[in-house]
């Protein structure tokens, strides 16, 4: 019996599920588009032993975000007239681990209990200008997978670059609504935990940039707020032998989000990454 997921679609308004159905597809309860209006929009999944593994999904937003991906080897499956999920089939090199299960929430109650358990959460919030609760797809990965590289961008030039790599993009503007680039953080996977990260951290200001520097942490080139007038923010990392391996990490554009994943025992670095903007509070978040 297969055990990797293989093949997502997407039925609108009731059409093509009984076709779904047919091929063996099995859908997920929840409209993606109830509060934003329009038509009714569900997943439906499929594993197929004859099909190569799905090890990538990644979410757009805007045109600009599609740069090099078709190139790169991904294929389109539109959800709204603004949203498009991504989906990566057939490698399983180094960065590329098959994706078993899904799950969607729509409620930050038990977020952070799944994320401490291995799920991996899509930054990106399904219901993202439409209102309503916070949408989010969740992956689970055949083997534990391990933080093992990060990078920051800000600008779209090097997107097909980085997905070739297989760079996984943490699908949402670290400036939103704060002005400035487009910023976003990318990261790579392993399943080697002595290959993994160990550490991560937020600067804000020069004191805990100076700091960090001190404490042998290495910094992103790219300042996160860039293009604002806000604080120059930084992501840095640290690997050290013997040190617990970073599994997965995640965004928080929900600052009410925070309680339930410290609760669960999840490291929220309360560094705002927009920090002196006006734009969304937003905290990275960080499971090993």
Request: hydrophobic residues 35%; contains cysteine; charged residues 25%.
């Amino acid at each position: 019996m297969a055990k990797y997921i293989t093949h997502l679609d997407v039925s609108y308004e009731g059409a093509h599920e009984q076709k779904l159905q047919s091929q063996g597809f099995k859908k997920v309860n929840v409209d993606l588009t109830k509060w934003a209006g329009g038509k009714s929009t569900y997943l439906w999944s499929k594993k197929e032993s004859s099909s190569p593994a799905i090890t990538r999904i990644q979410f757009t937003f805007n045109k600009r975000m599609e740069e090099g991906m078709s190139k790169a080897g991904f294929m389109p499956l539109p959800l709204t007239e603004d949203l498009t999920m991504w989906l990566f089939a057939g490698s399983t090199g180094a960065y590329h681990t098959p994706i078993v299960d899904f799950d969607v929430t729509i409620k930050v109650e038990g977020e952070g209990q799944m994320f401490r358990q291995g799920w991996e959460r899509l930054a990106c919030n399904l219901n993202r200008e439409a209102g309503g609760p916070w949408i989010h797809f969740w992956i689970k990965r055949e083997k534990p997978t391990y933080i093992c590289d990060v990078s920051a961008t800000d600008s779209y030039a090097s997107n097909y670059d980085y997905f070739k790599a297989g760079y996984i993009r943490m699908d949402e503007d670290l400036n939103r609504f704060a002005g400035g680039s487009d910023v976003f953080i990318w990261f790579r996977q392993t399943i080697d935990p002595l290959h993994a990260l160990t550490d991560l951290a937020v600067s804000t200001n020069d004191h805990e940039h100076q700091v960090l520097q001190q404490q042998c942490y290495k910094p992103m080139s790219v300042d996160l707020n860039q293009g604002t007038r806000g604080n120059q923010v930084y992501l840095w990392y640290k690997k050290e032998e013997g040190s617990k391996p970073i599994q997965a990490i995640t965004l928080l554009v929900n600052p009410d989000a925070a309680a339930d994943y410290e609760k669960a025992g999840v490291n929220v670095i309360k560094r705002n990454l927009n920090t002196g903007t006006k734009g969304f509070t937003e905290y990275l978040c960080v499971n090993q």
